[in-house]
């Protein structure tokens, strides 16, 4: 089978069936594992995609995805073109598991899929309940604010991990808010900035809001950092994110 990847989860999902050789293309934003996908071809970013150049590519099945605002319009586009397309679109952890359950099938490697989601449980073993939950702020984007809420699987990670979210009562994926609201209630600031390189992270963006700068977390200095190839993409390597937020859990 001949298959187009258009978000950088999906693909590391393929990968992560053993079923990379079978990608002709992928977004430019797939970067992940290089070896794989380094040499394939890369008709643009997410809502830059070059539709037609994804159709030169001959996929039998395009995997894309509606995890970011306006996809909806390249998904229309890729099927104007008579592509046969699967949508991703999770919301919750145990989404990201019917994802994968989803790819699989579709790639006739059912079996591979259960395994690679048995495999991510086993490494994110929930921590028992009754232990202290702190509360986790994890920062898509530094200003304005934008944290994930409820319909977020790092919610799930977080609590899986021993935390709490303290947006998972908002009914959204996603929502804004300012400075002092996330120091207050905040006991720890992860910075996961969707679209910046991990070593272009800097705490010293968290550590001088002003108008937050009496509050414990900010206090305390806990800002820490994770990729959020490890948090944002809902593929396997979410079980990284998982072990860096329990990391900084396990300190308090």
């Known amino acids: 089978m001949r298959v187009f990847s258009h978000t950088c989860s999906n693909t590391e999902i393929v990968c992560a069936l053993g079923a990379g050789s ?27 995609l070059d539709t037609s150049m994804v159709a030169d590519l001959a996929p039998d099945l395009v995997l ?20 046969r397309t699967i949508t991703i679109d999770p919301l919750s952890l145990e989404d990201v598991y019917a994802s994968i359950a989803t790819i699989a099938a579709a790639l006739g490697i059912e079996q591979r899929g259960a395994d690679l989601i048995a495999q991510i449980r086993d490494q994110m073993p929930p921590v028992a309940a009754g232990t202290q939950r702190p509360r986790i702020a994890v920062e898509w984007w530094p200003k304005p604010v934008i944290v994930p809420a409820r319909q977020s699987w790092v919610s799930d990670l977080i609590e899986l991990a021993g935390g709490c979210n303290p947006w998972a009562d908002a009914e959204a994926k996603s929502v804004t808010v300012d400075h002092t609201e996330v120091a207050r209630q905040a006991d720890a600031v992860v910075m996961s900035w969707c679209g910046v ?39 396997p390597r979410l079980v990284h994110g998982y072990a860096e937020l329990r990391k900084i859990i396990s300190t308090f």
């Open 22 to 48: 079978c990608l002709v293309g992928v977004d430019a934003d797939s970067d992940y594992p290089p070896d794989l996908v380094s040499a394939l071809p890369k008709p643009g970013r997410d809502l830059d």
């Open 64 to 83: 894309t995805s509606l995890t970011v605002p306006g996809h909806e319009r390249i998904v229309a586009e890729l099927e104007a073109l008579g592509l």
């Open 197 to 235: 390189p991990l070593e272009k992270y800097r705490a010293d963006v968290v550590l001088r809001r002003q108008e937050a700068r009496h509050w414990p977390a900010l206090v305390h200095g806990r800002v820490h950092a994770i990729s959020e190839a490890y948090l944002g993409r809902p593929g």
